[in-house]
């Protein structure tokens, strides 16, 4: 299984994006679905996740911002960003846990100008 990232791009602060992640089959037994994002010189961290039960968690910095929503029937994951701040500058990465594996999509840039 393949996860494409994709949605990313420049963006003034205040600003809107929508991220994809794209799975290339379906996965199976998934545990949780999350994304993250790692901006330079800085540690990769969690920004939202979702499991298999529709439960969400997000990363302190996005609550209410940030929005994890899944589309089973077309194996994508979204996150809808609003509200962008310059600090949300980062690679971001979409991950699945199928309990088994841990897939990881190939991250996608967002840059928020001030």
């Known amino acids: 299984v393949q996860l494409q990232a994709s949605g990313g791009g420049l963006v003034q602060a205040g600003g809107s994006l929508r991220l994809s992640c794209l799975a290339s089959?379906?996965?199976?037994?998934?545990?949780?679905m999350a994304w993250y994002r790692q901006a330079p010189g800085k540690q990769r961290e969690l920004v939202a996740s979702?499991?298999?039960?529709?439960?969400?968690n997000y990363a302190d910095s996005v609550k209410g911002r940030f929005t994890i929503s899944t589309d089973n029937a077309k194996n994508t994951m979204y996150l809808e960003m609003n509200g962008l701040k310059p600090e949300d500058t980062a690679v971001y990465y979409c991950?699945?846990?199928?309990?088994?594996?841990?897939?990881w999509g190939q991250g996608t840039q967002v840059t928020v100008s001030s």
């Open positions: 991950n699945v846990d199928d309990r088994t594996d841990d897939y």
């Open positions: 089959s379906r996965i199976f037994n998934i545990n949780s």
């Open positions: 979702i499991t298999s039960g529709g439960r969400t």
